[in-house]
């Protein structure tokens, strides 16, 4: 590997995915440049809370990005915290510091409804971005280093690279501005399963994951994609994951 390709942009937020993209990273040789954008989102104040409560082992020296008035003018568009073309701006921003840009995508969110999270996403994206840095950099690629492990994949892949669980409970995902795990919004269910399929209980839950609406949902939707062989929406591996959790939740009682 050629010292100017070990050098990458890092979205990182202090969430689960982002501090072991970073320790992924670093395990693989990488130099990474770690990048916070401020958007004024609702749960801003919480991620940069749990940022500064990282051991220095998995804290890097962070860039930070202001955009504390963006969120709030495009309030009236916002739908489920979807924000509108988040990944393209991160993406851009990420390509002003080094050709090779890693968001946190995971196997089995590449067919969301938002799109910029899809192989086409990436791909156009990395051309476009290729085109527009040329005189920069000779390519531009945007991916994502966990394109084919699940989130509990790489929960697993960072607790067996001894990286404390204790570490990661402090980490934060929600969506709730307030709460540090509300138990309801989407992320919460993904986060708290994915910790189970790795056989832990993580603490800390205002509400059960579980019996979440997010979670009521899966449990009518999966069996029915399951059936029908269709896997536009959950892949295999997350359907597989979904069975191995229901599982466990009725081996543990939960």
Not at 32 to 57: C, F, H, R
Not at 105 to 119: F, R, W, Y
Not at 154 to 161: E, F, H, K, Q, R
Request: with cysteine.
């Amino acid at each position: 590997m050629k010292e100017n390709e070990t050098n990458l942009s890092l979205l990182f937020s202090g969430g689960l995915d982002s501090v072991i993209a970073y320790q992924y990273a670093l395990k693989g040789g990488y130099n990474p440049t770690a990048i916070y954008v401020d958007m004024g989102q609702s749960n801003a104040e919480k991620e940069k809370e749990a940022i500064s409560k990282l051991p220095s082992s998995l804290k890097p020296e962070l860039n930070v990005i202001n955009m504390q008035e963006l969120i709030p003018l495009l309030s009236s568009r916002l739908s489920n915290q979807i924000i509108p073309s988040r990944n393209v701006m991160l993406a851009t921003i990420g390509s002003m510091f080094n050709s090779t840009v890693w968001l946190g995508v995971l196997d089995g969110e590449q067919n969301g409804k938002e799109h910029d999270k899809s192989p086409k996403f990436f791909r156009d994206t990395s051309s476009l971005l290729s085109f527009t840095n040329e005189n920069f950099q000779d390519q531009t690629n945007i991916t994502s280093p966990f394109l084919h492990m699940t989130k509990a994949e790489t929960i697993g892949w960072a607790l067996a690279n001894n990286i404390k669980k204790e570490d990661l409970f402090e980490t934060t995902s929600c969506y709730d501005s307030k709460e540090s795990k509300c138990g309801k919004c989407l992320t919460c269910y993904k986060r708290y399963t994915s910790f189970l399929l790795n056989d832990i209980i993580e603490p800390g839950y205002e509400t059960n994951p579980l019996e979440s609406e997010y979670a009521l949902e899966l449990q009518r939707e999966i069996p029915i994609a399951k059936a029908n062989n269709d896997y536009s929406r959950f892949t295999r591996k997350r359907i597989e994951e979904y069975e191995e959790i229901q599982k466990k939740r009725k081996s543990l009682g939960l």
